[in-house]
């Protein structure tokens, strides 16, 4: 049985990734405001209304010059390994490539699939 699409939205603006946390003139630390963000979820809630995804899926990220498009796909029989964020752990990992001196930056990262496998 194929997948089922459970949500697909275009968006003709370009996601621009969240500030990191910055270190204050009094050395405390604080969050960048996240307004894109916000906006964004703002346009993405409007293409799927109401709905909530509560359960596993896949994730696909197209990003253009000016656009980019979700899709997000149920998976069934698929089973959570880790109770961290997949996406979290992904960053870790490329963090860590950077710092190792095989990746100059990761900014030149095109194609990035990050996936949790079983067993």
Avoid at 16 to 28: T, V
Avoid at 41 to 50: E, S
Avoid at 60 to 82: A, N, S
């Amino acid at each position: 049985m194929a997948p089922k699409l459970l949500y697909n939205v275009r968006l003709c603006v370009v996601p621009k990734p969240k500030e990191r946390p910055r270190k204050g003139k009094y050395g405390n630390f604080y969050s960048p405001t996240a307004k894109h963000e916000q906006d964004l979820a703002l346009m993405m809630r409007v293409g799927i209304g109401d709905r909530d995804i509560k359960d596993n899926c896949r994730v696909e990220i197209d990003i253009g010059d000016e656009w980019f498009e979700v899709r997000i796909w149920e998976l069934r029989e698929h089973k959570r390994i880790h109770k961290w964020d997949l996406d979290n752990a992904g960053k870790t990992v490329l963090d860590s490539l950077e710092k190792a001196g095989i990746l100059k930056n990761d900014r030149y990262v095109r194609e990035l699939e990050i996936k949790e496998v079983p067993e």
